[in-house]
Nanobody, 126 residues
Framework: QVQLEDTGGGLVQAGDSLRLSCEASGRTESIDTRAWFRQAPGKEREFVAVLIDRYNKTHYAEPVTGRFTISTDNAKKTTYLQMHNLKPADTAVYYC???????????????????WGQGTQVTVSA
């Protein structure tokens, strides 16, 4: 089992930056994909970014490309989402997720991931 705790959300203004953290515990050696999703009120949870451990590769959703960066620390215990130039459209609850395999066909789908954080609220005011 893996436990995830995501933190770092808050209320910011448009154009500001914010960094989210996701600390993993338990059988972290089983993690192969680390991702961030977000869910705005009244909308479905959507993919934001993923980091694939075995290839050290990343993928981003189009709305955040060039503004957000996903990374991990050397011990691979904490995954970060650095967000720059935040927009009101980025307002959502952000969730970190972890999966035990990588598949190019479904890494952007919620059902790819076995483990989830509890979510952290990010609110961007205009």
């Amino acid at each position: 089992q893996v436990q995830l705790e995501d933190t770092g959300g808050g209320l910011v203004q448009a154009g500001d930056s914010l960094r989210l953290s996701c600390e993993a515990s338990g059988r972290t050696e089983s993690i192969d994909t680390r991702a961030w999703f977000r869910q705005a009120p009244g909308k479905e949870r959507e993919f934001v970014a993923v980091l694939i451990d075995r290839y050290n590769k990343t993928h981003y959703a189009e709305p955040v490309t060039g503004r957000f960066t996903i990374s991990t620390d050397n011990a691979k215990k904490t995954t970060y989402l650095q967000m720059h130039n935040l927009k009101p459209a980025d307002t959502a609850v952000y969730y970190c997720a972890a999966g035990t395999y990588y598949a190019v066909t479904d890494y952007y789908l919620t059902n790819h991931y076995d483990y989830w954080g509890q979510g952290t609220q990010v609110t961007v005011s205009a």
